[in-house]
């Protein structure tokens, strides 16, 4: 007597979930960057006459180079009233996307803990290394002057995993389950928000064009501990 074998067939489509996704979100909102350039003018100023001394003391020393590779960093703009709509809009955007991310802010209220204006070098050469905001919960830019030929933000895969069992991309154009970094071409009135522990840096700016940017951080604190105060 023959037995004869099953037929086993597997499902040859298969289900897909997607779990510990990485948001990014972004808009764009040029109706306040004139305001905004004129109120940030006095702070990059400021920051030039801070580094002139250390600008002029490397260029005596290895030829003149201009400013070039120095970045323009601002003092906080959190008191200042120009700065106000700009954060009222961050601080309520930050809520509500700590909530749809699944937060409960029941017992949190956001504060913007740090906002500064940032401009890179006229010679070119300013960028940022990869870094997180260990201090936030929603970190984000708004920019002021930028272009296609400026330098732009790079934001990286925060698993640290991932980066174990790395394999060569099929297609670096785009953005796959493959994909360990993404950039995000900066122009005049575009927002980005991002979480904070999203490992973020900016490429190298060629000097090309103007390059200034507004970043933040926010961060949810219990209000036992505000009220303790």
């Not at 956001?110 to 960028?127: D, L, N, R």
């Not at 997180?132 to 970190?139: D, E, R, V």
Request: glycine share 6%; aromatic share 14%; net charge positive.
């Amino acid at each position: 007597m023959t037995i004869k074998k099953e037929q086993i067939t597997f499902p040859k489509q298969l289900n897909l979930e997607q779990y510990f996704p990485c948001p990014i979100w972004y808009a764009d909102a040029p109706e306040f960057v004139t305001k905004l350039n004129k109120a940030s003018d006095k702070y990059i100023k400021q920051s030039q006459k801070n580094l002139k001394k250390t600008i002029d003391e490397r260029n005596k020393k290895f030829g003149n180079k201009g400013d070039m590779g120095h970045v323009f960093h601002s003092t906080s703009l959190i008191n200042n009233p120009d700065f106000k709509q700009l954060q009222n809009y961050v601080g309520a955007t930050s809520s509500n996307l700590l909530i749809e991310m699944g937060f409960d802010l029941t017992n949190y209220k956001i504060f913007i803990t740090e906002m500064w204006v940032q401009e890179f070098a006229k010679q070119g050469g300013g960028s940022h290394a990869l870094h997180t905001h260990w201090n936030g919960h929603i970190s984000g830019f708004y920019f002021l002057k930028a272009s296609e030929k400026t330098s732009m933000p790079m934001f990286e895969d925060p698993r640290p995993g991932n980066v174990m069992n790395l394999l060569p991309e099929k297609d670096k154009t785009k953005i796959t389950f493959a994909s360990n970094q993404v950039h995000y071409p900066a122009k005049p009135g575009r927002l980005i928000f991002f979480p904070s522990y999203m490992p973020h840096q900016y490429i190298v700016d060629m000097g090309y064009e103007p390059f200034r940017f507004i970043h933040w951080n926010c961060q949810a604190i219990p209000k036992s501990v505000l009220n303790a105060k």
